[in-house]
């Protein structure tokens, strides 16, 4: 089950010439350390002390009983899915750096 943090918009960057996008050199934070500009900043993996993690959980099975066929629109399956957020317990020190700058492309 992949899990990833819970913020996944887009990295901060400093619009200098005001057209919504992050080109012609312009400066952003790169919190995932990927080296590049991304409009997701989440980092795959579990997290570190104090990082708020989503896990997601998608369950089929087949229904207990076969009414299923008399509703219009329903399959002999059924599908269960529950999202949850979870902030890891800090039980090691978690290495706190501050976060990279990149410019745009």
Same mark, same amino acid.
Request: proline content about 10%; charged content about 20%; hydrophobic content about 35%.
């Given at each position: 089950?992949?899990?990833?943090?819970?913020?996944?918009?887009?990295?901060? !960057?400093? +619009? *200098? $010439?005001? /057209? =919504?996008?992050? #080109?012609?050199?312009?400066? !952003?934070? +790169? *919190? $995932?350390? /990927? =080296?590049?500009? #991304?409009?997701?900043?989440?980092?795959?993996?579990?997290?570190?002390?104090?990082?708020?993690?989503?896990?997601?959980?998608?369950?089929?099975?087949?229904?207990?009983?076969?009414?299923?066929?008399?509703?219009?629109?329903?399959?002999?399956?059924?599908?269960?899915?529950?999202?949850?957020?979870?902030?890891?317990?800090?039980?090691?020190?978690?290495?706190?750096?501050?976060?990279?700058?990149?410019?745009?492309?």
């Amino acid at each position: 089950m992949p899990a990833s943090p819970t913020w996944r918009g887009p990295k901060d !960057f400093t +619009d *200098v $010439n005001g /057209n =919504g996008a992050c #080109d012609n050199g312009e400066p !952003f934070e +790169d *919190v $995932n350390a /990927n =080296g590049s500009w #991304d409009a997701d900043r989440a980092a795959a993996g579990f997290g570190g002390a104090r990082d708020a993690v989503l896990y997601s959980v998608t369950v089929n099975y087949p229904r207990a009983f076969p009414l299923a066929k008399f509703i219009p629109g329903q399959t002999d399956d059924f599908t269960l899915r529950t999202q949850t957020v979870l902030r890891n317990q800090p039980y090691g020190l978690q290495e706190v750096s501050p976060p990279a700058t990149g410019n745009c492309a």
